[in-house]
């Protein structure tokens, strides 16, 4: 599965952006996906997840209620929603897939394909 993460840019603080993911190689319709996010010298952390069924999600404490996780498996992507952001937000944001379906992560670790991100700047 190769994974395309696409959506990032340059916003105001309070402005929105919606970042996607888009599987290809196979379908991912069995995987749970993951969001996270790096800024340089800072480990990588955990955005926000969803089950391959999408009838779970996961969202960090940090970005709960300002972002919203969802998938369309018919068109392979997995959405990100970002709303309400904050200078603090910005990262390069990575999708990641979890073959393994045995249960939500937020464990990078747990993610066995990786997009490759895409840079998101929150200005003040």
């Known amino acids: 599965v190769q994974l395309q993460a696409s959506g990032g840019g340059l916003v105001q603080a309070g402005g929105s952006l919606r970042l996607s993911c888009v599987a290809s190689?196979?379908?991912?319709?069995?995987?749970?996906v993951g969001w996270f996010r790096q800024v340089p010298g800072k480990e990588r952390e955990f955005v926000a997840a969803i089950r391959w069924n999408g009838g779970n999600t996961d969202y960090a404490d940090s970005v709960k209620d300002r972002f919203t996780i969802s998938r369309d498996n018919a068109k392979n992507t997995v959405y990100l929603q970002m709303n309400s952001l904050k200078p603090e937000d910005t990262a390069v944001y990575y999708c990641a897939a979890d073959r393994s379906g045995w249960y939500l992560s937020r464990r990078s670790a747990q993610y066995d394909y990786w997009g490759q991100g895409t840079l998101v700047t929150v200005s003040s």
């Open positions: 190689g196979r379908t991912f319709s069995g995987y749970d």
